[in-house]
């Protein structure tokens, strides 16, 4: 579904990543582990096309995303992206925050959109607060409302990037529920998380980058278990 090929991220004289090669197949379930600063989220930018990558290629279902044409529009459709921080639109009802996009963007009639919107609100166990405003959640379920809202566009391709660090500990359980249940479906992913646990339930490779290099990747069973690499080793000492 995704290949890399060679991409190099550069802002001024800084290579934040450096020969990136990586492929996400469909049903795939990618997490990215790393410190901060090993370029995760710039690679996860540049996949959703949020960046233009310096150098190299992305592919999307074997189409080249270049940087002009009507093609890119449609290949971002295909992508649905969730950040650390939910970006939820305050004047709107949760229902009005996800159905937005796909009326005013993919033209689908109201009441069709209005009753996708219900179903997903269910997905993610908020079937009661489609009239509520963002204020009045806690932070896990904005984030519910925040990945409710991207699957709305039925995306072929879901990122995540670190979508649980804002939140309190006590949060952080049901949204990685939803995201469990969405690699359970078959949703294809890539996951930027510090949560090892769950990279592990649910992903079926793992990334493990440093100094804007993939530095190894593996099953998760094999990359935590048996990490080849001494940075991967230290990094994983760390955190376990
Ligand atoms: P991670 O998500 O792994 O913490 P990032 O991708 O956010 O890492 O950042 C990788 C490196 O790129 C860091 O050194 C960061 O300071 C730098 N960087 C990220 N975005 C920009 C930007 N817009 N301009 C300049 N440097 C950036
Ligand atoms: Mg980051």
Redesign the pocket.
């Known amino acids: 579904m995704i290949r890399v090929e060679h991409l190099q991220?550069k802002?001024?004289n800084?290579e934040?990543?450096k020969d990136i090669n990586f492929k996400v197949d469909e049903n795939d379930v990618v997490v990215i582990i790393?410190?901060?600063?090993?370029?995760?989220?710039?690679?996860?930018?540049c996949v959703a096309k949020l960046?233009n990558a310096t150098s190299g290629d992305i592919f999307f279902n074997d189409t080249k995303m270049t940087e002009e044409d009507h093609k890119l529009c449609e290949l971002k459709g295909k992508l649905g992206m969730v950040f650390q921080h939910f970006n939820l639109f305050p004047n709107l009802t949760v229902l009005q925050n996800i159905t937005l996009a796909p009326i005013l963007v993919k033209k689908i009639e109201k009441k069709e959109a209005v009753e996708d919107a219900k179903y997903l609100l269910d997905l993610v166990g908020l079937g009661e607060k489609a009239g509520a405003y963002p204020h009045s959640l806690s932070g896990g379920q904005k984030q519910r409302v925040a990945i409710a809202r991207s699957l709305a566009m039925h995306p072929q391709l879901m990122l995540f990037?670190?979508p649980t660090s804002a939140l309190d500990p006590e949060m952080v359980g049901e949204v990685l529920q939803v995201m469990k249940k969405l690699a359970n479906e078959g949703m294809t992913m890539i996951i930027?998380t510090h949560e090892m646990g769950f990279a592990r339930q649910v992903s079926n490779r793992v990334l493990f980058?440093d100094g804007?290099h993939i530095v190894e990747e593996n099953t998760p069973d094999e990359l935590f278990d048996h990490p080849i690499h001494q940075r991967t080793q230290d990094f994983l000492a760390k955190v376990l």
């Open positions: 991220k802002f001024g800084s934040v990543l790393g410190p901060s600063g090993s370029g995760k989220s710039t690679l996860l930018r960046e990037d670190e930027v980058m804007g």
